[in-house]
């Protein structure tokens, strides 16, 4: 069974104010993800990492930023909130050192609404 | 650049009816495929992946896919559906560095 969590599950919160979602693995992957998934299900990759002080920006821009400072964290911080944040935020990780499947193991996803 | 395509967005079946969802993908090289299913407010877990040898390939709660690269196809199959099966269920390609694409998934429903 996959180790990845995500906190919090669900957060609503006002316009403006500085949210982090906090995602870890205790797989020891290298590869970390973040996917944005709207109401009609697409998910679009928004930043991924391949290993500590490595971020890159995905395929779909977002004004959010992400760190990795360990290997088993990588946190997603959004400064300063809008209704056009609210998504369901999903971080995956895969590939062990040395591996190269692309397999992805998913957390729950952190529902965020902004008012 | 990778891609794929499913062209179902929406498929209901009947309770112990067959059921097969399309895939198709575009990659330049050999693929990694993936099928994966997402209960509702939750992540997505992996149903099977293919990578390699046998086309036929063997998943969790009784799914298989097939992978024909003539077709650039990798359709996901189930004998026999469950109510517990309704889901969403997304293929992905991953290719170079390992970043996965995927389709915009197809909503199952499944009728008594």
């Known amino acids: 069974e996959a180790d990845i969590y995500q906190t919090p599950r669900y957060l609503v919160i006002g316009t403006g104010k500085k949210i982090t979602l906090e995602c870890s693995q205790t797989?020891?992957?290298?590869?970390m993800y973040w996917y944005q998934q709207d109401p009609g299900m697409e998910l679009h990759l928004i930043h991924y990492s391949y290993g500590v002080n490595s971020t890159e920006k995905g395929d779909l821009s977002s004004e959010s930023t992400v760190s990795r400072i360990r290997t088993e964290h990588f946190p997603l911080t959004l400064e300063s909130a809008r209704p056009s944040h609210t998504s369901q935020y999903l971080c995956?990780?895969?590939?062990?050192?040395?591996?190269?499947?692309?397999?992805?193991?998913f957390g729950e996803g952190s529902r965020l609404t902004v008012l | 650049a990778q891609s794929v395509t499913q062209p179902d967005i929406h498929i209901t079946v009947s309770e112990g009816a067959s059921l097969e969802l399309r895939c198709n993908y575009s990659y330049g090289a050999t693929p990694y495929l993936f099928w994966y299913v997402q209960s509702p407010g939750q992540g997505l877990q992996l149903l099977l992946k293919y990578f390699s040898g046998d086309t036929l390939v063997q998943g969790i709660k009784g799914f298989e896919a097939e992978f024909k690269r003539s077709q650039s196809s990798f359709n996901l199959r189930k004998p026999s559906v469950h109510w517990s099966d309704a889901a969403e269920y997304f293929c992905a390609v991953a290719g170079n560095a390992g970043k996965s694409t995927f389709g915009d998934g197809t909503t199952l429903t499944v009728k008594p």
């Open positions: 797989m020891g992957h290298d590869k």
């Open positions: 995956a990780s895969s590939e062990l050192p040395g591996a190269n499947t692309g397999e992805l193991f």
